[in-house]
């Protein structure tokens, strides 16, 4: 009944890098596009960066150049590379299929950049 884990995160000073890994149950892992999401209290629920099924990664304006998505393909996980880490990337990250379809967002996996 859990086919998505976030797992990655911490804490780390800006200018940092981190790597997210999103472990995909083997069921959806090749049959899906995927995408991460982050939030901060006080903030909606964004975007952050998303892959085809044929590997196009498209990223939000505020991470481009700076995060690369991609898959590990031996291991089903989607990966988020994050380097040059700002404050303002702070926040709760977690990832689904694109388009969404877990039922829940559950924990997500917590990053904060101290300033």
């Known amino acids: 009944q859990v086919y998505l884990a976030e797992s990655g995160g911490g804490l780390v000073p800006a200018g940092g890098s981190l790597t997210l890994a999103c472990a995909a149950h083997?069921?959806?892992?090749?049959?899906?596009?995927f995408a991460w999401y982050r939030q901060d209290p006080g903030k909606q629920r964004e975007l952050v960066a998303r892959?085809?099924?044929?590997?196009?990664?498209t990223y939000a304006d505020s991470v481009k150049g700076r995060f690369s998505i991609f898959k590990d393909n031996a291991k089903n996980i989607i990966n988020l590379q994050m380097d040059r880490l700002k404050s303002e990337d702070t926040g709760v990250y977690s990832c689904?299929?694109?388009?969404?379809?877990?039922?829940?967002w559950g924990q997500g996996t917590s990053v904060t950049v101290l300033e």
């Open positions: 083997a069921a959806i892992f090749g049959g899906n596009a």
């Open positions: 892959i085809s099924r044929a590997g196009k990664a």
């Open positions: 689904d299929t694109f388009p969404p379809s877990r039922p829940s």
